[in-house]
T-cell receptor, first 112, second 114 residues
Framework: KAGVTQTPRYLIKTRGQQVTLSCSPISGHRSVSWYQQTPGQGLQFLFEYFSETQRNKGNFPGRFSGRQFSNSRSEMNVSTLELGDSALYLC???????????FGPGTRLTVL | QQQVKQSPQSLIVQKGGISIINCAYENTAFDYFPWYQQFPGKGPALLIAIRPDVSEKKEGRFTISFNKSAKQFSLHIMDSQPGDSATYFC?????????????FGDGTTLTVKP
């Protein structure tokens, strides 16, 4: 069974640009959560989607947004990039009725 | 507001020794406490998790001890091996309302010396 996949794995952008990251959950998993990982702030919850609806949201500015498609694949978008947005963005999927989150390898975003 | 505090930040243990990582939480609504292991270049992977209705859970060399009254839980790695060298994160979640939302500790970098 394939794990959670994230594309692209690495991304370099400049300040002011926008970026879209993609996450494909494990087959059959309908919940997808996104986290930002930085050395200074650790793992911070961004948002969670379930059946194409945002179910939970963390404390991030509106520049961070996401969506989920009918096949459970999810995208997150960051607009007007800032230097502080440089981080590893992780997504995790969960099977309905279960607790375990399965993480992907992450997308390393560098903002110059 | 940091809801899950993890210590120590880094830990060096000799092969065969016991590694102990501690976490404390504030939100009494948390009812699911997982530990994750992360290797460089990889996403976190679930090691072991506990619910507050038990005080201890053991899986192989990994044990979680849970103290509900103190709002603390810890990970013990017995017979630590160099392959255990990784970053460990504790986390907490409220399953009923926030199953997909976990609050993480800041992580502990474990180095096991051969």
């Amino acid at each position: 069974k394939a794990g959670v996949t994230q594309t692209p794995r690495y991304l370099i952008k400049t300040r002011g640009q926008q970026v879209t990251l993609s996450c494909s959950p494990i087959s059959g998993h309908r919940s997808v959560s996104w986290y930002q990982q930085t050395p200074g702030q650790g793992l911070q919850f961004l948002f969670e989607y379930f059946s194409e609806t945002q179910r939970n949201k963390g404390n991030f500015p509106g520049r961070f947004s996401g969506r989920q498609f009918s096949n459970s694949r999810s995208e997150m978008n960051v607009s007007t990039l800032e230097l502080g947005d440089s981080a590893l963005y992780l997504c995790a999927s969960t099977l309905t009725g279960h607790n375990e989150q399965f993480f992907g390898p992450g997308t390393r975003l560098t903002v110059l | 507001q940091q809801q899950v505090k993890q210590s120590p930040q880094s830990l060096i243990v000799q092969k065969g020794g016991i590694s102990i990582i501690n976490c404390a939480y504030e939100n009494t609504a948390f009812d699911y406490f997982p530990w994750y292991q992360q290797f460089p270049g990889k996403g976190p992977a679930l090691l072991i998790a506990i619910r507050p209705d038990v005080s201890e859970k053991k899986e192989g060399r990994f044990t979680i001890s849970f103290n509900k009254s103190a709002k603390q839980f810890s990970l013990h790695i017995m017979d630590s091996q160099p392959g255990d060298s990784a970053t460990y994160f504790c986390a907490a979640a409220t399953l009923e309302t926030n199953a997909g939302k976990s609050t993480f500790g800041d992580g502990t970098t474990l180095t096991v010396k051969p």
